[in-house]
Every structure is written in C-alpha cells, then in structure tokens.
C-alpha cells in the first residue's frame, strides 16, 4: 500500500518568511511524528499526535514551530519567520497502535522535505 | 538525559560482512531499532528486536543485543553495494507516553566493489 508522503519534497524560502510543510500518513495509522535531520545533530524529534490526544510538543525548538494534525489524518508543520538554522530535512513518520501493550512502535518514515533558508 | 552513539564511518569489501556497533543509556528501553537511510532518501525500518532477545536473524541481517553493557550490533553477511547507506540505531526511552525515537547520528557504511 501506500506509504507516508511529504510535500513539498524540497523548499527554498527567504529568511523571514513562513513556510508550511505537509504530510500524510500510512491510512489507519494513529500516531503520526515529526523529526528533524540536520548536519551535524542528527536526528531530533518534534512533536507527536496520538488520535485525539494533545500533542507532546516537548521536542519543537521555539514558539515559531507549531503543527497541526486535522481530522487525524493529515498533518501541516509551520514554521514562522524561518531563520537560517532551521535548514534541514524534516521527517514525518506513522505508526499503528502507539501505546498498545507490547507494540513496536514500529515508525514508518516518508521521504522528507529538505528545507533550505537563505 | 538519553544518548545512543553509534561511530560515523565503516568501509567494508564487498562480499564481507559488516558489522555496526551502537551503545544506548536507557537500560529501559522496550525496543531497540534499526533504521536505514540512502542518499536523498528518507528512513528505512530495516530491523527491530524487544529488549528480552539476545538475538535476531533475518536474513543477511543479525542484531545482536547485550543488555548489561547496553550494546547493541547490526551484523550484515556479504555486503553488498547496494547497503552502502547511513545506518541508524535508535530506541524509544522509557517513560509515561514516551514514543518518541531517540537516535544515534548515523554510521555510513561504504561498500568497497
């Protein structure tokens, strides 16, 4: 089946400006994340949606970052008045049955937006 | 806080195995994961074993865990170039509604033809 898109795959934007960064999970997954790559820090997560559960934000680096997930399905992550360091690919992923007694947690990852502030 | 280190380079011949070693710092973690990534490509779930396993084998691949010294390895018989790749090892840390992964920075392999 399909698997977890992003759009759009690349974007370059002007230091300032805002930009909205889309992604939609495997069907019927619950749990969706974000996770940020970037040289030098690896990987570093987000934010997590469980169903209708309020999102664990604890990973988001500043108030300009926010993410929403409508009707469980689709998820935007905006970052506002994007600064040079919020250069990066950023990575979403879905998994089934997060918090279910023994699941994997198994995260299945989209392609990335590579995201390029000048 | 949780750290998962892996080292950055390995080069191997062709036909050898690899093997890619990581250490993690929760003794708590359920799940330890592998993850493969190729060039321009997003995450790749290569592997995962739960913390009660010394041992998994699925096909070329072996992972390997010790959980005293919180080691663990992904051993990839007759490498080939196509698994020249960056290998991350990665765990979810415990805790009430933890799911996020917690990654190491990634181990590329090169495969020497």
């Known amino acids: 089946g399909a698997g977890v898109s992003q759009s759009p795959s690349n974007k370059v934007t002007e230091k300032g400006k805002d930009v909205e960064l889309r992604c939609d999970p495997i069907?019927?997954?619950?749990?969706l994340y974000w996770y940020r790559q970037s040289l030098g820090q690896g990987l570093e997560f987000l934010i997590y949606?469980?169903?209708?559960?309020?999102?664990?934000k604890s990973g988001l680096p500043s108030d300009r970052f926010s993410a929403e997930r409508t009707g469980g399905s689709v998820s935007t992550l905006t970052i506002q008045r994007t600064q040079q360091e919020d250069s990066a690919v950023y990575l979403c992923?879905?998994?089934?049955?997060?918090?279910?007694?023994?699941?994997?947690?198994?995260?299945?990852f989209g392609p990335g937006t590579r995201l390029t502030v000048t | 806080g949780e750290d998962v280190e892996q080292s950055l380079f390995l080069s191997v011949r062709e036909g050898d195995s690899s093997v890619i070693n990581c250490t993690y710092t929760?003794?708590?973690?359920?799940?330890l994961y592998w993850y493969k990534q190729e060039p321009g490509a997003g995450l790749q779930l290569l592997t995962y074993?739960?913390?009660?396993?010394d041992m998994k084998q699925d096909q070329r691949l072996t992972v390997l865990l010790n959980k005293k010294d919180k080691h663990l390895s992904l051993r990839i018989a007759d490498t080939q170039t196509g698994d020249s790749a960056i290998y991350f090892c990665?765990?979810?840390?415990?805790?009430?509604?933890?799911?996020?992964?917690?990654f190491g920075k990634g181990t590329k392999l090169s495969v020497i033809p």
């Open positions: 992923a879905s998994s089934p049955l997060a918090g279910a007694l023994l699941a994997s947690y198994e995260q299945y």
């Open positions: 069907s019927g997954h619950t749990a």
């Open positions: 949606f469980q169903g209708n559960s309020a999102p664990d």
């Open positions: 929760d003794s708590s973690s359920t799940y």
């Open positions: 074993i739960f913390s009660n396993m």
């Open positions: 990665a765990e979810i840390p415990s805790g009430a509604g933890s799911y996020q992964l917690t």
